[in-house]
């Protein structure tokens, strides 16, 4: 469905989308409430939405789950030789240890990882990224930026930098 124009709209906003309906909505019915919050976070959570769409596309094609995706390309930037400890894994991905060895144990059994006792530490482990599993990861990691971009293509690299650099400020105005 193509978006219309919006009559509260300037004309050099973009036409309207579905949010803007719902905030019209609520403002008509509650005009005693500030509803601007809903046009941030309706848009971000319908942004997603889209999101996951895309990412399970992506990882799927090449036989990925979004959490063996998120195992696989922490140890990809980690560099080489493409290792972590379970510990730093569980960091990343913030996952419980419990959670991160049966990830570990699976990811093993599909031959996208391996475990080698760890050089520093006679009871650890390390994990290493396998040949297999790089090649999964960096294949899937390609595909979901071709989605990525398509789902920014109305920005320009500019308007990208921006509207990055306001959702940092929002997250770490949460998360800090």
Do not use: C, K
Not at 136 to 161: C, F, I, W, Y
Request: glycine share 6%.
């Amino acid at each position: 469905m193509a978006p219309t124009p919006h009559p509260d709209l300037p004309a050099n906003q973009p036409a309207a989308d579905e949010v803007d309906a719902v905030l019209a909505a609520w403002e008509r019915e509650r005009p005693d409430l500030d509803v601007s919050p809903l046009g941030v976070f309706s848009r971000v959570s319908r942004l997603a939405r889209l999101l996951d769409i895309a990412r399970r596309e992506a990882f799927g094609a090449g036989g990925l789950e979004a959490w063996e995706f998120d195992v696989l390309s922490a140890l990809r930037r980690a560099g080489t030789p493409y290792e972590l400890s379970p510990g730093a894994l569980v960091a990343q991905t913030l996952v419980t240890s419990g959670t991160m060895t049966n990830r570990i144990d699976r990811l093993t059994a599909r031959g996208h990882v391996e475990r080698e006792p760890s050089p520093t530490d006679r009871r650890g482990v390390i994990v290493r990224l396998t040949p297999r599993g790089q090649e999964a990861v960096d294949a899937a990691m390609e595909l979901l930026l071709a989605h990525e971009q398509e789902l920014l293509a109305a920005l320009t690299p500019d308007d990208r930098e921006h509207l990055a650099a306001t959702l940092r400020q929002v997250l770490t105005g949460l998360e800090g």
